[in-house]
Nanobody, 120 residues
């Protein structure tokens, strides 16, 4: 069974920083893309950032220049460094991984989500 566990969320003031982590565990043979999505209150889930196994990254326009995604393939872990946070970054953040598990084919997996609140 594969699990994605997020950590590092919480309450931060505008202009502050947070670092999210996502650790994948279980029967994992390979991970292609890892990513972060978020769901603001009352809105749909949206892409924040993704990173492929060879390090190619993609960011939502709203976070470019403020957020940085990284991964440690040896630890099956992805990170999201969030700087210059704004109130509109408030959301539940979800980790996603496209990985090869015991099923024998690549599947999407999701974490349980972690709250990030930006407020003074």
């Amino acid at each position: 069974q594969v699990q994605l566990v997020e950590s590092g969320g919480g309450l931060v003031q505008p202009g502050g920083s947070l670092r999210l982590s996502c650790a994948a565990s279980g029967s994992i043979f390979a991970i292609y893309t890892m990513g972060w999505y978020r769901q603001p209150p009352g809105k749909q889930r949206e892409l924040v950032a993704t990173i492929t196994e060879d390090g190619r990254t993609e960011y939502a326009d709203s976070v470019k220049g403020r957020f940085t995604i990284a991964r440690d393939s040896d630890k099956n872990t992805a990170y999201l460094q969030m700087n210059s946070l704004k109130p509109e970054d408030t959301a539940v953040y979800y980790c996603n991984a496209d990985l090869l598990g015991a099923s024998g084919f690549f599947q999407d997996y999701w974490g349980q989500g972690i709250q990030v609140t930006v407020s003074s």
